[in-house]
């Protein structure tokens, strides 16, 4: 064998021999290979059987068949001549003469190559049939040797029945061909399930028609008995095999279980997120505390309710303890009508109550039935049967806290219907009542902030307006929402009857808008009572405003510099009351004015502004207009332009509107869209008093949520009486002086004010003396009966008297010190062509009535008084 098939290496010629190549034909390593040679081995045998079976058995039926013949030829021989000299001869054996013998055995070689041919045809017919049956299962078990084949359906075997997975075979009429140990579990298969129609298998209905229909099917979840398995059908024939169909099982039950603890843990997550962006989307603590309980409402309770302690509410810092006073401030989920505490209510929990002991420990209490509780409704029975009554099953009582320091109390209660809280249903809440807690306490700060700024700004605003019978003026202000800005206004009484009004804005908000806004009102009130035109007043405003935006950019630079930085008040845990000193802050960065001088001796109103809302003037005869004034721009930018002045002249009963730009301007409308509603609104309230006009205005144009200070003042216009002003010219001549004098108290008589006589006479007659002597023409004299005795003398110069120190030895220098003891007021004023010096007297004469030797008696009290 060895030598006819080549050694195992060889690459003589001898292994390229006809039986190496037989053997390439095959391959005694595979099992189709081992199962041909095994095959054409037999045939071989079998065919050298029947050929030595027929051999045998030829000889043996030949020497039957010649015995007899055998027998007889014997007697013949025997017999016969000769035979007996042939056994005495010397060769027996050697044939008679005439006598021919035929071997019996050449009978039976006969028919021996038919035998072979047989043979040899039978075992081609057999070889044949072996090599195709070889080949056919060397191309079913893919050449694969038969430990592999043993070893991979012993895998195969192994890993169908254990794996977590249920697999079906199901043949193409709907048998049942295979099913592992998983399927036969959840599907509670019978033991001879195999073979079986699926219709006897008893399955789920709508399982069955599944699986009966062939169609594909991916993860549809199916019951099967009280489990939910997800089936995943597909066909067997795109992939080579029978027509039929292979089915996957899985058990979903857990599953379902844990995908709807995921999905509540996902809607948790997501109302947290939308807790963030809807809880404190303003400052209001009131709105913060209604957008907690919309929120919570309906995703995670059925009501939710929020008390806030009352001193949050003020902005103060809040601390709770037994017998704390809560105001309810939103209830979500019931009608109002229907809380069994409504918005507003003051509310006060006995001491056991899951509320109470809420807020005294500062951790969250959950009542999960409280039916069946007795302890939360000891403390007060008849409160706790209402809730009761109300259909509420479960509540979780959550302080809220921020910084550590509790703020209210957030409930959220659940009906029957929705099943009660839990345990896990604790920290939830807790995580949603903190973030609510920081934006509560966010606007809690705010509204401290925002109160302090209300209060310091209207402790700065005009408490009420002084008297004064030139104007009858009513105004408004609203501060912004958002923070209390800069607007101010003001009413001043000026020398002559005159009345100045002022409307301004400082830019930004909060304390320091405000306070600076004090300091502007305050300067306006010290450069009125210099009787400033309105041009110079906004000049000598604008270096003031210069002058505080370089200071204050000067401390900030020191601060960032390394000084003293200091920290803001919630600056570490919280929204910022505001921020650090910066390098280069600016400060004000301005502000706007509007000041205007009305005089009631003819109606002559001069204005002036500097990047101020120009004013609208309301005629007596209802038209609105809006009078062109000369803008510059707004204070403390620098590179100040001169400032231009307007006068208008106002009949009696005008009305002047002045107001600041958070009137007209707005989110929702510009400047000039402003002014046209503003029109309407003064047009349709022309014939009302200044009170309703500013009451029609701010229903008309008031913004909902207003992102701007609002200041209005509105002044209706008066003329003072002309039988109540005289004026007489002098001349340059002091004999004059008695003549004037003599006149003034004439008309003091005709106003029935003969008191002020002698007072009077010598304030005129100092006055009167001066302006001859050292003033120059025109020289004038006015006296003006309102709410005092005015007494008003002018010249043509600008040089101003003042009050000195006169010396023992001096003859003179004492006349103004007299005019200033028996004038309540007097002063100096210049005037484009001079100066006027006016002395105002009470009409009922505000001293003791003075006599005769009055001067002396003065005069005798002072040694050394100053002089003019």
């Given at each position: 064998?060895?030598?006819?098939?080549?050694?195992?290496?060889d690459?003589?010629?001898?292994?390229?021999?006809?039986?190496?190549r037989?053997?390439?034909?095959?391959?005694?390593?595979?099992?189709?290979?081992?199962?041909l040679?095994?095959?054409?081995a037999?045939?071989v045998l079998?065919a050298?059987a029947v050929?030595g079976?027929?051999?045998?058995r030829a000889?043996?039926?030949g020497?039957?068949?010649d015995r007899?013949?055998?027998?007889?030829?014997?007697?013949?021989s025997?017999?016969?001549?000769?035979t007996?000299?042939?056994?005495t001869?010397r060769?027996?054996?050697?044939?008679?003469?005439?006598?021919?013998?035929?071997r019996?055995?050449?009978?039976?070689?006969q028919?021996?190559?038919?035998v072979?041919?047989?043979?040899?045809g039978?075992?081609?017919?057999?070889?044949?049939?072996a090599?195709?049956?070889?080949?056919?299962?060397?191309?079913?078990?893919?050449?694969?040797?038969?430990?592999?084949l043993?070893?991979?359906?012993?895998?195969?075997?192994?890993v169908?029945?254990?794996?977590?997975?249920?697999?079906?075979?199901?043949?193409g009429?709907g048998?049942?061909l295979?099913?592992?140990?998983?399927?036969?579990?959840?599907?509670?298969?019978?033991?001879?399930?195999?073979?079986?129609?699926?219709?006897?298998?008893?399955?789920?209905p709508?399982?069955?028609?599944?699986l009966?229909?062939?169609?594909?099917?991916?993860?549809?979840?199916?019951?099967?008995?009280?489990?939910?398995i997800?089936v995943?059908?597909?066909p067997?024939?795109?992939?080579?095999g029978p027509?039929?169909?292979?089915?996957?099982l899985r058990?979903?039950?857990?599953?379902?279980?844990?995908?709807?603890r995921?999905?509540?843990a996902?809607e948790?997550?997501?109302?947290?997120y939308?807790?963030?962006?809807?809880?404190?989307?303003?400052l209001?603590?009131?709105?913060?505390?209604e957008?907690?309980?919309?929120?919570a409402?309906?995703?995670?309770a059925?009501?939710?309710t929020?008390?806030?302690l009352e001193?949050?509410?003020?902005?103060?810092e809040?601390?709770?303890g037994p017998?704390?006073g809560?105001?309810r401030?939103?209830?979500?989920?019931?009608p109002?009508?229907?809380?069994?505490?409504?918005?507003?209510?003051?509310l006060r929990?006995?001491?056991?109550t899951p509320?109470?002991?809420?807020?005294?420990?500062?951790?969250?209490?959950?009542v999960?039935?409280?039916?069946?509780?007795?302890e939360?409704?000891?403390?007060?029975?008849?409160?706790?049967?209402?809730?009761?009554?109300?259909?509420?099953?479960?509540?979780?009582?959550?302080?809220?806290?921020?910084?550590?320091v509790?703020?209210?109390?957030?409930n959220?209660?659940?009906?029957?219907?929705?099943?009660?809280f839990?345990e896990?249903?604790?920290?939830?809440?807790?995580?949603?009542a903190?973030?609510?807690?920081?934006?509560?306490?966010?606007?809690?700060?705010?509204?401290?902030?925002?109160?302090?700024?209300?209060?310091?700004?209207?402790?700065?605003?005009?408490?009420?307006l002084?008297?004064?019978?030139?104007l009858?003026?009513?105004?408004?202000y609203?501060?912004a929402l958002?923070?209390v800005?800069?607007?101010?206004?003001d009413?001043?009484?000026?020398?002559?009857?005159?009345?100045?009004?002022?409307?301004?804005d400082?830019?930004?908000h909060?304390?320091?808008?405000?306070?600076t806004?004090?300091?502007?009102?305050t300067?306006v009130?010290n450069?009125?009572?210099?009787?400033l035109?309105?041009?110079?007043l906004l000049?000598?405003?604008?270096?003031?405003?210069?002058?505080?935006?370089t200071?204050?950019?000067?401390?900030?630079?020191?601060?960032?510099?390394?000084g003293d930085?200091?920290t803001?008040?919630?600056?570490?845990?919280?929204?910022?009351?505001?921020?650090?000193?910066?390098?280069?802050?600016?400060g004000?960065?301005g502000?706007?004015?509007?000041?205007?001088?009305y005089?009631?001796?003819?109606g002559?109103?001069?204005?002036?502004r500097a990047?101020h809302?120009g004013?609208?003037?309301?005629?007596?005869?209802g038209?609105?207009s809006f009078?062109?004034v000369?803008?510059?721009?707004?204070l403390g930018?620098?590179?100040?332009?001169?400032?231009?002045?307007?006068?208008?002249t106002?009949?009696?009963?005008s009305?002047?509107?002045?107001?600041?730009?958070?009137?007209?301007?707005?989110?929702?409308?510009d400047?000039?869209?402003?002014?046209?509603?503003?029109r309407t609104?003064l047009a349709?309230?022309?014939?009302?008093?200044?009170?309703q006009i500013?009451?029609?205005?701010?229903?008309?144009?008031l913004?909902?949520?207003?992102?701007?200070?609002?200041?209005?003042?509105?002044?209706?216009?008066r003329?003072?009486?002309?039988?109540?002003v005289?004026e007489?010219?002098?001349?340059?001549?002091?004999?004059?002086?008695a003549?004037?004098r003599?006149?003034?108290?004439?008309?003091?008589?005709?106003?029935?004010?003969?008191?002020l006589s002698f007072?009077t006479?010598?304030?005129?007659?100092?006055?009167?003396?001066?302006?001859?002597?050292?003033?120059?023409q025109p020289?004038?004299?006015?006296?003006?009966?309102?709410?005092?005795?005015?007494?008003?003398v002018?010249d043509g110069t600008?040089?101003?008297?003042?009050?000195?120190?006169?010396a023992?030895?001096d003859?003179?220098?004492?006349g103004?010190?007299?005019?200033?003891?028996f004038?309540?007021?007097?002063g100096t004023?210049?005037?484009?062509?001079?100066k006027?010096?006016?002395?105002?007297?009470?009409?009922?004469?505000?001293?003791?009535?003075?006599?005769?030797?009055?001067?002396?008696?003065i005069?005798?009290?002072?040694?050394?008084?100053?002089?003019?």
């Amino acid at each position: 064998m060895t030598e006819f098939f080549g050694r195992e290496g060889d690459d003589s010629a001898s292994s390229r021999s006809p039986g190496r190549r037989l053997r390439s034909l095959l391959p005694v390593h595979g099992a189709a290979s081992r199962a041909l040679v095994l095959r054409l081995a037999l045939a071989v045998l079998s065919a050298v059987a029947v050929v030595g079976a027929l051999v045998v058995r030829a000889e043996g039926a030949g020497a039957q068949e010649d015995r007899p013949r055998y027998l007889a030829g014997a007697t013949v021989s025997a017999h016969a001549p000769g035979t007996v000299a042939a056994m005495t001869s010397r060769d027996p054996t050697a044939p008679a003469p005439g006598i021919h013998v035929q071997r019996a055995g050449e009978r039976v070689v006969q028919p021996l190559p038919l035998v072979l041919g047989a043979a040899a045809g039978g075992l081609l017919v057999v070889a044949g049939g072996a090599a195709w049956m070889s080949r056919r299962l060397r191309r079913q078990t893919h050449g694969l040797r038969p430990a592999e084949l043993r070893r991979r359906y012993e895998h195969h075997d192994a890993v169908l029945h254990a794996v977590r997975e249920g697999v079906l075979v199901i043949s193409g009429d709907g048998r049942l061909l295979l099913a592992n140990d998983e399927a036969r579990r959840l599907l509670a298969l019978p033991a001879d399930a195999e073979r079986r129609p699926l219709a006897d298998l008893d399955l789920e209905p709508r399982l069955s028609a599944l699986l009966a229909s062939g169609r594909e099917a991916t993860d549809e979840v199916l019951p099967a008995g009280d489990r939910l398995i997800a089936v995943n059908v597909r066909p067997t024939a795109p992939h080579g095999g029978p027509a039929g169909t292979v089915v996957t099982l899985r058990d979903t039950t857990e599953l379902r279980t844990l995908a709807g603890r995921a999905g509540v843990a996902q809607e948790r997550l997501k109302l947290i997120y939308d807790a963030g962006l809807r809880i404190g989307t303003t400052l209001e603590v009131g709105r913060t505390a209604e957008e907690l309980a919309d929120v919570a409402v309906p995703r995670f309770a059925d009501v939710a309710t929020v008390e806030l302690l009352e001193p949050v509410l003020r902005g103060d810092e809040p601390a709770a303890g037994p017998g704390t006073g809560l105001r309810r401030l939103a209830v979500s989920g019931v009608p109002q009508a229907a809380a069994i505490y409504r918005v507003g209510e003051d509310l006060r929990f006995a001491p056991g109550t899951p509320m109470a002991t809420a807020l005294a420990s500062g951790r969250p209490v959950l009542v999960d039935d409280l039916p069946r509780s007795d302890e939360w409704r000891r403390p007060d029975p008849e409160d706790a049967q209402r809730v009761l009554d109300a259909g509420i099953r479960s509540l979780i009582a959550v302080p809220l806290q921020a910084r550590g320091v509790v703020l209210g109390l957030a409930n959220f209660w659940r009906t029957g219907s929705a099943g009660g809280f839990e345990e896990e249903d604790l920290a939830f809440a807790e995580e949603l009542a903190a973030r609510a807690a920081v934006a509560i306490d966010n606007a809690r700060r705010y509204t401290r902030e925002h109160t302090t700024a209300v209060t310091l700004q209207r402790s700065l605003l005009p408490q009420t307006l002084p008297e004064q019978s030139a104007l009858e003026a009513a105004h408004r202000y609203l501060p912004a929402l958002a923070g209390v800005g800069g607007d101010w206004f003001d009413v001043i009484p000026l020398p002559g009857a005159r009345v100045a009004l002022v409307v301004g804005d400082v830019v930004g908000h909060g304390l320091h808008a405000a306070a600076t806004m004090g300091r502007l009102r305050t300067a306006v009130h010290n450069f009125s009572a210099l009787d400033l035109p309105p041009d110079e007043l906004l000049n000598h405003l604008d270096e003031l405003v210069t002058h505080i935006d370089t200071d204050e950019a000067g401390t900030a630079e020191a601060g960032a510099n390394g000084g003293d930085e200091g920290t803001w008040p919630g600056g570490a845990d919280g929204a910022a009351d505001g921020p650090p000193a910066q390098p280069g802050r600016t400060g004000i960065t301005g502000a706007t004015c509007l000041y205007a001088i009305y005089d009631p001796v003819g109606g002559r109103t001069t204005l002036a502004r500097a990047g101020h809302p120009g004013p609208a003037v309301i005629a007596p005869d209802g038209t609105v207009s809006f009078p062109e004034v000369p803008v510059s721009p707004p204070l403390g930018l620098g590179g100040r332009e001169p400032v231009e002045t307007t006068e208008l002249t106002l009949g009696e009963g005008s009305r002047l509107v002045l107001y600041t730009d958070g009137l007209i301007e707005g989110s929702d409308r510009d400047l000039g869209r402003g002014l046209d509603l503003l029109r309407t609104a003064l047009a349709g309230a022309a014939d009302r008093a200044p009170e309703q006009i500013c009451t029609a205005v701010l229903d008309t144009m008031l913004p909902e949520h207003p992102s701007d200070d609002i200041a209005l003042l509105v002044a209706r216009t008066r003329l003072l009486d002309p039988g109540r002003v005289a004026e007489w010219d002098v001349p340059s001549d002091p004999a004059a002086v008695a003549r004037i004098r003599s006149a003034c108290l004439r008309t003091l008589e005709s106003w029935g004010l003969v008191a002020l006589s002698f007072t009077t006479e010598l304030i005129l007659s100092e006055l009167i003396t001066n302006a001859i002597r050292y003033g120059a023409q025109p020289i004038r004299v006015r006296l003006l009966h309102d709410r005092a005795l005015i007494c008003e003398v002018s010249d043509g110069t600008s040089a101003s008297p003042h009050l000195r120190r006169a010396a023992t030895t001096d003859e003179g220098g004492r006349g103004l010190f007299l005019v200033a003891q028996f004038a309540q007021r007097w002063g100096t004023r210049y005037t484009p062509d001079g100066k006027v010096i006016w002395t105002e007297q009470t009409l009922d004469g505000g001293r003791p009535e003075p006599g005769p030797d009055a001067a002396d008696d003065i005069l005798d009290q002072w040694d050394d008084v100053p002089a003019l």
